[in-house]
Every structure is written in C-alpha cells, then in structure tokens.
C-alpha cells in the first residue's frame, strides 16, 4: 500500500493506493473488479454536469 499525503496552503490531502509487482491470481483480479464496479456506482451520482457539490457554508451540497 502507496499512501502519500502532500500539504499545501494549509490543507492536507491523502493519495492511498494499492500496488502489486505479480499477476493477480484470478480470485484476486475477480475481486478487484467488484471494487472498480462499486467504485463507479459510488462516483456516477458526483459527475453530472452542471451540478455544484459546494459553493460555501451557507449553501447545501447539490444545490444550483
């Protein structure tokens, strides 16, 4: 596991990722791919165009 965490003006941020240096036993490589379908379903409601996830304090996430 990669985990690198870079700070800037105040803020951190955290990067962490998985890395393998073999070929994924198929077990593994089938359960990957269940994390990568999850993953895309979890992302799919964030990516519409046009919608604003923040704007400040005062205004709720998902309004226009």
Do not use: D, Q, W
């Not at 990067?15 to 073999?22: A, C, D, E, Q």
Request: glycine content about 8%.
């Amino acid at each position: 596991m990669l985990v690198f965490c870079p700070r800037g003006y105040g803020l951190y941020t955290n990067l962490t990722r998985f890395v393998s240096f073999g070929n994924l036993s198929n077990e593994n490589a089938k359960l990957h791919s269940y994390v990568r379908e999850i993953e895309v379903l979890k992302t799919a409601g964030y990516t519409i165009p046009s919608l604003v996830l923040y704007v400040n304090s005062s205004v709720p996430m998902g309004s226009r």
